[in-house]
C-alpha cells in the first residue's frame, strides 16, 4: 500500500496516475477531498503503508505531518519527500527517518500541472541508491525521467536553484515584453524573433502564451515560486553569495502573491499594473534649457512659440508649441520664468536643435539664448504614465511628435491663444480653428488584451482607422491606451487592432 500525503496541484494528478496504473494507494489532505482513496487519519494510513509520498505545501507542513505519522514508520517503510522545503528540513527529515530506521528519499520534482497529468515529471533524487532501486517502478509512474544527485540535501538544492533560474527568467521576460510593447513591438512578434535567439528557454514558450491572453490559471503557483525564491535567498546566505537577483525576484513575487496567491507564477506581468494609490506618483525626467535674458526676450520668444507668454508673469509654467510656416509641429515646450529672464525647456535629446530653432530668426533682437540643458537642475516633473493616459494627456514624443498639427493632438487649450498676435504658423492654425475639423483626433481606448504594442493599427475591416501611441496597464481599468481615430471613422467606437509586425487581429479596441 502507498499513502500519497498532499492533494494540492501536483499531488492530486501524481494521485490520478497511480491510481489508474492500479498501484494500492491511500490519500490524505489536509483539507478532506472527494476522492474514493481518501481516508481522514494519516497514522492509520501510515501503518498500513510501506510507502509514503509526500506532497506537501512547504516545511511546516511537512514537519507537522511527519511528526503525526512518526510512529507508524518503521525499517520496513519508505519516506519520499517530492515537496520543494528549505535544506534544513530535508536534513531533520534524513535525521529522523535515520533514528527510526525508515527508509529516506530526498525527491523533489520539477515538472506543473499539465506535466503531472501526463505522469512527466522529473525527479531529483538524492539518498541510498539502492533504495532509489528498490522504489524507481513506482516513481516511474508519475515521471518521465530520474536524475540521481547524491546526498540529500542534493536534490533539496538542485530544485530551489532551478525554481530560482526559472522565476529569474520569467521576471526578465515580463521586463522585456513590456518595454517592447511601449516601443512598438509586438510580443508575438518578439516571441517569434527570440525563438532564434540563445536567450530562448522552454518557461518563454510555456508562459508567454498564456500572458498574452491575461490567463494566469496555476500550473504553478505565486505563492510556492515566492516560498521557493525566500529557500534560496537562504541558501544564499548560508553560503556567502551575493545574490541580488534572488532578493528582486522574490520582491516581485511577493507582489504577485499579495495580489492573488493562487495564480500562475507569471502573474508578476502584473507589475506594470498601476493602481489609485500609484497614479498620485510623479516622475522625473531630464530636459533641455534654454535661458532667454535681455530686453527684447518676452516679445521675441511671443513671436515663437503658439501660446501668450506674458502668461507667465503671475508665475505658472505654460505649455506652447513652436511651429514651422505651414502650422505643423516642431517642438512642444514648457516655459517658465526666472526672475527677469525666461526659461523654455523641452525634450533633452532635442536640447542642439531647439536651441538653434529659437536662435534662427534672432537677429537684431537684444536677447541672449544660453543653454543650460547639462546643468544638474534640469528637470521637469511629469505626471504618472498611466495617470496620464486615463486623462487623456498627450506626450511627447508619443502623441506630440515633429510634423503634427497641434488641434489633431487636442492641444488648444493647453498651449494654443488664439488672441495674443503672430506667430510662425498662426495661419494655418487659425483656419483650422475656423474650419472645425482635423484629419485625426486623439482619442482614449480601452483594450481587450495585454501586451497590446504602441504603433498597433486600428482596423474597421480593412480599412486602417487609426493607430495607437501609449499603452498601460490600470488595475481598475484594465488596459488603456491613447490614439488616433482619422476623421472618416469618428463615428466609430469600436475596432479591431492589427499587430504592426503582421497585420494580424490581436485585439479589439473601444473609445473610452
Not at 515566492?226 to 529557500?231: R, V
Not at 495617470?387 to 494627456?393: A, D, E, F, K, S
Not at 514624443?397 to 492641444?411: D, S
Request: charged letters at 25%; aromatic letters at 6%; a negative charge.
Amino acid at each position: 500500500m502507498t499513502l500519497l500525503l498532499g492533494l494540492g496541484i501536483i499531488g492530486s494528478r501524481s494521485a490520478d496516475q497511480l491510481a489508474a496504473a492500479g498501484q494500492p494507494l491511500k490519500t490524505w489532505n489536509r483539507t478532506p477531498k472527494d476522492r474514493p482513496d481518501s481516508v481522514s487519519d494519516p497514522l492509520a494510513a501510515a501503518q498500513e503503508s510501506k510507502v509514503i509520498l509526500c506532497y506537501l505545501r512547504d516545511e511546516v507542513a511537512v514537519r507537522e505531518v511527519f511528526s503525526l505519522i512518526k510512529s507508524a514508520l518503521d525499517e520496513s517503510k519508505t519516506f519520499i519527500n517530492h515537496a520543494t522545503i528549505d535544506p534544513d528540513t530535508t536534513m531533520w527529515l534524513a535525521r529522523q527517518c535515520q533514528e527510526i530506521g525508515c527508509g529516506f528519499l530526498d525527491c523533489p520534482f520539477t515538472g506543473s500541472r499539465d506535466a503531472a497529468a501526463g505522469g512527466n515529471l522529473v525527479y531529483y533524487v538524492a539518498g541510498d541508491p539502492v533504495l532509489l532501486e528498490k522504489h524507481r517502478p513506482l516513481l516511474e509512474i508519475t515521471s518521465k525521467e530520474i536524475i540521481f544527485l547524491g546526498q540529500p540535501p542534493a536534490a533539496t538544492v538542485v530544485k530551489i536553484t532551478t525554481n530560482l533560474a526559472t522565476a529569474a527568467a520569467v521576471q526578465a521576460l515580463t521586463e522585456a515584453l513590456e518595454i517592447s510593447r511601449r516601443h512598438g513591438v509586438d510580443p508575438r512578434a518578439w516571441h517569434e524573433a527570440a525563438k532564434l535567439n540563445g536567450c530562448y528557454a522552454p518557461a518563454m514558450g510555456m508562459k508567454l502564451p498564456t500572458m498574452l491572453e491575461n490567463d494566469f490559471t496555476p500550473h504553478f503557483s505565486a505563492e510556492n515560486m515566492a516560498k521557493d525564491t525566500q529557500y534560496a535567498i537562504q541558501l544564499a546566505d548560508a553560503s556567502g553569495v551575493n545574490a541580488d537577483l534572488n532578493h528582486l525576484t522574490w520582491a516581485r513575487l511577493f507582489e504577485a502573491e499579495m495580489r492573488d496567491a493562487s495564480e500562475d507564477f507569471s502573474a508578476t506581468v502584473r507589475q506594470h499594473q498601476t493602481t489609485d494609490i500609484e497614479l498620485e506618483d510623479e516622475d522625473d525626467i531630464s530636459c533641455s534649457r534654454i535661458r532667454l535674458t535681455g530686453p527684447d526676450a518676452e516679445r521675441y520668444l511671443n513671436g515663437q512659440v503658439s501660446n501668450d507668454v506674458r502668461l507667465t508673469e503671475d508665475g505658472r509654467m505654460i505649455e506652447a508649441c513652436i511651429l514651422d510656416a505651414k502650422g505643423k509641429l516642431q517642438f512642444f515646450v514648457q516655459i517658465h520664468r526666472e526672475g527677469e529672464d525666461l526659461v523654455v525647456q523641452g525634450p533633452i535629446e532635442l536640447a542642439e536643435e531647439l536651441h538653434a530653432r529659437l536662435d534662427k530668426y534672432l537677429i537684431a533682437d537684444d536677447v541672449e539664448l544660453i543653454d543650460e540643458s547639462q546643468d544638474d537642475e534640469a528637470f521637469i516633473t511629469v505626471p504618472n504614465e498611466t495617470r496620464r493616459i486615463l486623462n487623456g494627456t498627450p506626450k511627447w514624443p508619443n502623441e506630440i511628435y515633429p510634423g503634427i498639427l497641434p488641434p489633431e493632438a487636442g492641444l488648444e487649450e493647453r498651449a494654443i491663444s488664439y488672441t495674443k498676435g503672430c506667430y510662425t504658423g498662426q495661419e494655418v492654425i487659425s483656419r483650422m480653428k475656423r474650419a472645425g475639423k482635423t484629419n485625426r483626433h486623439l482619442v482614449k481606448l480601452s483594450l481587450s488584451k495585454p501586451l497590446i504594442p504602441t504603433t498597433s493599427k486600428l482596423m474597421v475591416g480593412d480599412k486602417e482607422a487609426g493607430f495607437i501611441t501609449s499603452v498601460a496597464s490600470h488595475v481598475g481599468e484594465g488596459e488603456i491606451a491613447l490614439g488616433y481615430r482619422l476623421r472618416k471613422f469618428e463615428d466609430h467606437r469600436e475596432f479591431d487592432i492589427a499587430s504592426p509586425a503582421s497585420s494580424e487581429i490581436i485585439g479589439k479596441a473601444t473609445i473610452r
